[in-house]
């Protein structure tokens, strides 16, 4: 018998359904659960989410299933059933409601009846579902289950009696965070959902097991018993704490922000959210916000006006204006206030501003520029080399996707100075100290170049010349070569090293000659856009380096407050010396009175207008979502304030609608080809050559303000950790202590630093007197 003509108005691979009376064309293969959302038609669940692998083990969406006019003897779960042409789905039929009444009796034949005092109430899917499917009196006369809490650390509360295995959570932890710490202990009724060793969550995105739970069972212990959910009103808002500029919710109550939740864009964090952009809006409410103007006068701090702040501040900027004065710039700042600080500090005459704090090597003139590669396509790569990068503490949901890669089959590669735990399989790694990173990657650049892509005329073919890759290098190259979509990513280590010029080159040489696209992590959350907005010096102006290396006479600084704001303490030291430093800051910090001489208070993110430019190169507009504290501005207000008592053309606008009419992006600036010169030697006698990673919940003035967080695990202490051969030759032991210059911490032995190196994360007070990284540091037993 011939085959039966295809339909000619169904699209390719689909099929011919029916949903409560409703025909419709959905993907073959498709789960009818899919099909019905697509339609509009609700079917209740518990266990199904979009994002996470099918379970179907709570069963609430059975449904009346009919195939070629026949019903199929049992109810279906939509969740697991998939569509076939011709199939007739029932979502409201007396048999799909009569099951799913009895699911929903089973399920709370266990569930504490305490509503009233549940964290979870008012914003609980169990809740809302048993007001349709519930029973008015259950039929179960026996005594209900306990199930003892599980500590799981600062984070995520637990009441694990409510829970109804859904696992969810489970899910979550295994396939998107991929550390698999939560799982299913026990069978039948006395099933418990745990982490089996009774340890604290150490997953950088663990938070968002709350918002999959469908019941109080995980919860937010910073936000418990805080507020009810109708109390709360939803501001949209962005998160500033990294360049990819995560959308999300801020929930707050008469101007406070009392909880974050994130806000799906399927481009950027789809509906996920790590957890410092979920827990640092704690630090907004530090002890030490600045709240009103001060000015040091006769060594004290005095609580002054605005006036009389802006007037000190204009004297001081006024005497000295041109080359004596430089403005350094958090790279969080908004594109906003960038364009009127780059205004204001060139009508003073000045051409050195920069944003690039951290950085210690700008020979080539390097600022951030957009992903080659946009953020939700790194997902589709089958190959990525990961240069100097540890994206789960950089930068958490691109190690997100760079586990859906993996798990499509893409090949992960790591060329770096820290074996981080990664959450896939690396299909190779080389992990080096600091020192021979720049040789390292020069292997891999020689290996391309020898396959008959040299890079021409300039100092990096000068610097190839007369190099021989190795065989792991050459296999590299040929995979990237071959690779139908590759992806260079260079990280934190790479961008801060004293090489930084020489690495980037050879990054971009790498993925130029090879097809790839290279994606560089900016470091801070607006420093695509601030690069775009004139927040950079001039051809004969001094970058951040150089105006603290040849101290300025006045400084503007905006938005740092801290030496864990720059590459190390020897920077803090310049501002100190200063004649004059006038500081727009958040904060008025014991270490920012040291240096400064007038605090202007200025708004955070979520407390004013702002435009942020992600790591794709998108503006991002966000609107107020907090209240100010005290008498703090938004910082396009107090620098129009200034500006115009400067007399500075340009600052007569009125609203941030005008200062926005006026933002229009540079193209990417292009490097000047030079290079820093090549260290001469790789190898570091008689000391060990620091690595300087940012701590993961250190990386700004909130996040160091922000208990929750400092009180994770991840949040690691300042510590020498040592490759053990080193220890052991040093006679330092797991537990020991060690010293610095005038710097003891204790010494913890791991394997992830290679030999010739010592990992301090920066970001605490007590390694802010180090050197920078890849300084060498000579270590001494204590």
């Known amino acids: 018998m011939s085959a039966q003509p295809a339909d000619p108005s169904l699209p390719p691979d689909h099929v011919s359904i029916e949903i409560d009376g409703q025909s419709m064309a959905v993907p073959k293969g498709s789960m009818i659960i899919a099909a019905a959302d697509k339609a509009g038609i609700a079917i209740p669940r518990f266990c199904y989410h979009e ?29 697991a059933t998939p569509v076939a042409d011709g199939m007739k789905i029932f979502t409201q039929s007396q048999r ?32 809302d579902l048993s007001m349709g499917y519930g029973r008015s009196v259950s039929r179960f006369a026996e ?4 199930v003892p809490d599980e500590d799981l650390g600062p984070l995520v509360q637990t009441e694990m009696t409510r829970c109804i295995q859904c696992t969810r959570c489970v899910r979550v932890m295994s396939e998107v965070a991929g550390t698999y710490e939560l ?29 999959v739970c469908p019941v109080g069972a995980l919860t937010n212990k910073p936000f418990r018993f805080r507020a009810r959910a109708w109390e709360l009103i939803a501001r949209e808002s962005i998160a500033y704490h990294d360049a990819l500029g995560s959308n999300l919710w801020l929930h707050t109550r ?57 007037a000190v501040a204009a004297a001081a900027l006024k005497r000295h204006a041109g080359d004596a004065l430089g403005a350094l710039v958090h790279p969080a700042t908004s594109n906003e206030e960038g364009h009127l600080l780059a205004g204001l500090v060139r009508g003073l005459g000045s051409r050195s501003i920069d944003h690039r704090l951290r950085q210690l090597d700008l020979a080539d003139g390097a600022a951030a520029v957009p992903f080659g590669r946009p953020f939700a396509q790194i997902e589709q790569a089958d190959v990525v080399v990961l240069v100097g990068c540890n994206p789960r503490s950089e930068l958490p949901l691109l190690n997100a996707r760079l586990r859906k890669a993996a798990r499509r089959g893409a090949k992960v590669h790591l060329i770096g100075s820290l074996d981080f735990e990664a959450t896939y399989p690396l299909a190779s790694k080389r992990i080096v100290s600091p020192a021979a990173l720049t040789d390292a990657l020069f292997d891999l650049a020689k290996a391309v170049n020898d396959a008959g892509h040299p890079p021409g005329e300039g100092a990096l073919a000068q610097a190839l010349a007369g190099r021989t890759a190795d065989e792991a290098a050459v296999a590299l190259a040929r995979s990237l070569a071959e690779a139908h979509s590759a992806v260079v990513v260079v990280g934190e280590t790479a961008t801060i090293h004293p090489q930084a010029s020489r690495l980037r080159a050879a990054a971009r040489f790498i993925a130029a000659a090879t097809g790839a696209a290279c994606n560089e992590i900016p470091l801070g959350a607006n420093a695509v856009g601030l690069a775009a907005h004139g927040v950079l010096p001039d051809a004969d102006g001094l970058d951040a380096r150089a105006m603290l290396a040849s101290s300025r006479k006045a400084y503007l600084v905006y938005g740092i407050e801290s030496p864990l704001d720059l590459a190390d ?4 030291r310049t501002l100190a010396a200063a004649e004059t430093v006038v500081a727009f800051s958040a904060y008025a ?7 400064a001489d007038v605090i202007l208070p200025i708004g955070l993110l979520p407390e004013i207008d702002a435009t942020l430019t992600n790591l794709d190169g998108v503006d991002q507009v966000v609107s107020p979502g907090a209240k100010l504290p005290g008498e703090a501005r938004p910082g396009w207000r107090v620098l129009r304030a200034l500006g115009a008592t400067l007399g500075v053309a340009g600052f007569d606008f009125v609203d941030i609608a005008d200062v926005r009419a006026r933002l229009v992006p540079a193209a990417p600036r292009v490097t000047n080809g030079r290079l820093a010169d090549a260290p001469a030697s790789a190898t570091v006698p008689g000391g060990l050559v620091r690595i300087a990673t940012t701590a993961i919940y250190r990386g700004d003035a909130v996040l160091r303000r922000a208990p929750a967080l400092n009180a994770h695990p991840l949040s690691r202490g300042p510590v020498f950790a040592l490759h053990p051969e ?21 010494v913890e032995l791991t394997t992830q630093v290679p030999r010739g190196a010592v990992w301090v994360e920066a970001g605490y007070a007590e390694t802010a007197g180090l050197p920078a990284h890849g300084a060498v540091l000579s270590i001494a037993r204590v």
């Open 51 to 79: 994002k996470l692998p099918i379970a179907a083990n709570c069963r609430m969406c059975m449904v009346e299933v009919e195939m070629g006019g026949r019903p199929m003897p049992k109810p279906q779960p939509a969740c």
């Open 143 to 146: 005594r209900k289950r306990v």
């Open 96 to 127: 799909a409601l009569s099951a799913q009444r009895n699911v929903m009796e089973f399920l709370l034949i266990n569930h504490p009846l305490d509503c009233p005092i549940c964290d979870q109430g008012g914003e609980c899917e169990l809740q």
């Open 726 to 746: 080193d220890a052991l030759a040093l006679g330092i032991g797991q537990g020991g202590s060690a010293r610095v210059e005038g710097t003891i911490l204790p």
């Open 254 to 310: 008469r101007g406070e922000v009392l909880r974050t939740v994130p806000r799906d864009n399927e481009a950027v964090n789809e509906c996920w959210l790590s957890d410092r952009d979920r827990y640092g809006h704690e630090g907004l409410y530090a002890a030490d916000r600045a709240k009103k103007p001060q000015v040091k006068r006769n060594g004290a701090w005095t609580e002054v006006e605005w006036d009389d702040a802006l």
């Open 569 to 572: 303490a020897a920077a803090w």
């Open 183 to 211: 799982g299913g202990m026990e069978r039948g009724e006395r099933l418990q959902i745990g982490t089996y060793v009774g340890k604290p969550l150490m997953s950088e995105l663990s938070g968002n097991v709350i918002d």
């Open 589 to 595: 910090s014991e270490t920012l009175k040291q240096v």
